[in-house]
């Protein structure tokens, strides 16, 4: 009994250790950004920070789901502006008119991923491809719906979710943590998200097995869709406007594909989960708040953000140490 | 004859279609789209895409992918213009090679990553892109190099010889010298063999990680030297001036028949895709169709097309 739960102990450990890394990085820069601030930890500070990072952590959690199928999702950043621009022009009334607008909100994104994952599925594309070309369409309607950047949310509203709760917690990390409880593991756990993995470890085998392959690669995709669009809601209770900015859509996409890879999950599929690429995000956001702290000259910044970048996705490299022959890498091929 | 034929696989032959539609389309809404001067002038504009799709097209037989390609358009850009302040004007000449150059090493920088380290293609590249990114924004923002277009640059960009745009002999040169190297030598047959099985072609004793990393060179130089004709073509070297050209090369490369897997695909299908998406933006532009309707029709006809042929097999079944 003791031996089998030490070795569910180990079991664990094994399979979230990019996880664990990515949160014990984030520690460190974190406390390390608080150490050099000198401001000691305020409730404003950390609200700052999580309303910094919640925003890629959505995203990113967003993007991990059809990594996690070993597709791909190039879009995700621009469900999470074209959900920023509709938030923007229907979160304003009274409460119940606000409700029903975040559950449209909500639902757009769910139609966007769902668009997707009929491609991928039904249409048989190459996610890569059928993501690349809905993201220039999903831009194009963001641009329909806000030509230019403005609109309005209801200020109440957008308050209440930029600010803390009781005056301590912030409301973002909040709604982030309900996020991870009701939505991700419970799929995680379920056998749809469980086909997830199987499919991204073998397709054929999965569907061997009697996984319902299409069914739960449909759902990774619309999944992705909904959490982008939670973004979305954020971002515009945020920045209390709607901006069609199809660069920020390309830098989001771009940024959660990399904080997913920082989280631990590999590009590969099957191996991985939403909650490392949380601190995936968290990890690259703080990035540059080190470099302020630290009086790094603005024009280097760009440099040794991306030196870190670059060396936070080498990580991966180190199993190249371990390995006994070059074939370890080589996938089979089709 | 025949064996041109031959090369004329299915995916080529119907881009060739969408394009013949494309121009019968545009001609019924006006008469200048069947101009040979404005088929000339999209040709010209093609040809920068066209260079950058070369190199891209490469990695992606090889089943990568290059994302590093904005930045590195922009360094071949900015090296190719501030050579002017490096050693004075009538050193101007050598940009282009010191912007090929440049790109080069991003290249060789990329395939190391991917052929040594094995990180995988898609975040190393993304990361290379944010360095190169970084090493711009060093260099211009404390000094302000010069930005402006030297006459060589002009020459290849702007200038004509007996109404052919110098840019399109330019892709063609680039065009015929890829062509070659991937259909007839051995560095082309070992491409379509890593992109079948990198596995199978490393036990048969192919130098994979020589392959790997020829081909991020080929793609890092190819951009660079698109995007120094860019400047010459825009006037200037900017910022970001690489980054409307990343998803239209992929999509033009995955739109002439290459499969995104790697293994299959030839140039003459890249070629078609390539004039096929700059029609396809010019038109849309021309009937001043609204930016968002555009965006939408773009994705949509990318979506279309790949259902007609770019659709894999069944794995169920």
Known sequence: MRSGSLKGVRLWFARNNGALFALVLFIAMFALYVAKNGVGVRTGLITAVANKGVLLALVAMAQTLPILTSGLDLSVGMIFVLTNCIASTILSGPPWLVAAGVAAVLLSGVICGAINGALVVYGRLQPIIATLATGAVYNGLALLVRPVPGGSIEPTFAAVLTTQIFDVVPTTLVILLAVVLAIWLPFQLSTTGRGCYAIGSSESAAYMTGIAVRRSRLAAYMFAGLLAAIGGLLLTAMTLSGDASAVSGGIYTLSSIAAVVIGGTSLMGGVGGAVGSIFGAFVLREVSDLLFVFDIQPLVQPFIQGLILLGAVSLGALRVLRARSRLEFLGVGR | ?317
């Open chain 2, 1 to 317: 004859m025949t064996r041109v034929l031959q090369q004329l696989d299915r995916p080529v032959v119907i881009a060739f279609g969408f394009i013949l539609v494309l121009l019968i389309l545009g001609g019924i809404y006006n008469q200048q789209f069947l101009s040979g001067l404005y088929l000339l002038q999209q040709l010209r504009v093609a040809s920068f895409l066209g260079i950058i799709a070369s190199g891209v097209m490469v990695v992606i037989l090889l089943g990568h992918i290059d994302l590093s390609i904005p930045w590195v358009v922009t360094i071949g850009g900015i090296t190719a213009t501030a050579v002017a302040g490096w050693w004075g004007a009538s050193w101007t000449a050598l940009g282009v090679p010191l912007a090929i150059a440049c790109g080069a090493l991003v290249g060789l920088a990329n395939g190391f990553g991917v052929a040594f380290l094995r990180i995988p293609s898609m975040v190393f590249t993304l990361g290379m892109n944010a360095v190169v990114q970084g090493m711009v924004v060093m260099y211009t923002g404390g000094n302000a190099p010069p930005d402006q277009a030297t006459p060589i640059l002009q020459w290849l960009a702007v200038r004509d010889t007996f109404h052919l745009p110098h840019a399109v002999i330019v892709w063609a040169i680039v065009g015929v010298l890829v062509m070659v190297a991937l259909r007839r030598t051995p560095f082309g047959r070992y491409v379509y063999a890593i992109g079948n099985s990198e596995r199978v072609s490393y036990l048969s004793g192919i130098s994979t990680r020589t392959i790997l990393i020829i081909a991020f060179v080929t793609s890092g130089a190819c951009s660079a030297f698109a995007g120094a004709m860019l400047a010459g073509y825009a006037g200037k070297a900017y910022q970001a001036m690489g980054d409307p050209f990343l998803l239209p090369a992929i999509a033009a490369v995955v739109l002439g028949g290459t499969s995104i897997l790697g293994g299959r695909g030839n140039y003459l299908g890249t070629v078609a895709g390539v004039i096929l998406i700059t029609l396809l933006e010019s038109i849309l532009s021309v009937m001043q169709i609204s930016d968002s309707a555009r965006q939408i029709i773009y994705g949509a006809m990318i979506i279309v097309m790949m259902l007609v042929y770019g659709r894999d097999r069944r794995v169920e079944g």
